[in-house]
Nanobody, 119 residues
Framework: QVQLVESGGGLVQAGGSLRLSCAASGSIFNINTMGWYRQAPGKQREFIAAITSGGSTNYADSVKGRFTISRDNAQNTVYLQINSLKPEDTAVYYC?????????????WGLGTQVTVSS
């Protein structure tokens, strides 16, 4: 079984920073892409950022310059550094892990961590 456990969320004032972590454990190998998504109340889940095993990154335009994604391949962990937080960043943040195992693709999601930004 594979588990994705997010941590690092919480309540923070506007302008503050947070670092989210997501650790993948269990029978998971050959992770290719690790990413972060978020879902605000009443809205659809949206893509934030992703990073490949080789370190290539991709960001949504709305977060470029404030969010930084990184990963530790040895620990199967992905991070999201969020700076200059805004009230509109309030959402549940989810990590996603994609790869292939025995030539079969896999796609796992975490349960999410709440980020609340007060004005």
């Amino acid at each position: 079984q594979v588990q994705l456990v997010e941590s690092g969320g919480g309540l923070v004032q506007a302008g503050g920073s947070l670092r989210l972590s997501c650790a993948a454990s269990g029978s998971i190998f050959n992770i290719n892409t690790m990413g972060w998504y978020r879902q605000a109340p009443g809205k659809q889940r949206e893509f934030i950022a992703a990073i490949t095993s080789g370190g290539s990154t991709n960001y949504a335009d709305s977060v470029k310059g404030r969010f930084t994604i990184s990963r530790d391949n040895a620990q199967n962990t992905v991070y999201l550094q969020i700076n200059s937080l805004k009230p509109e960043d309030t959402a549940v943040y989810y990590c996603r892990v994609q790869g292939r195992s025995w030539s079969r693709p896999y796609d796992y999601w975490g349960l999410g961590t709440q980020v609340t930004v007060s004005s």
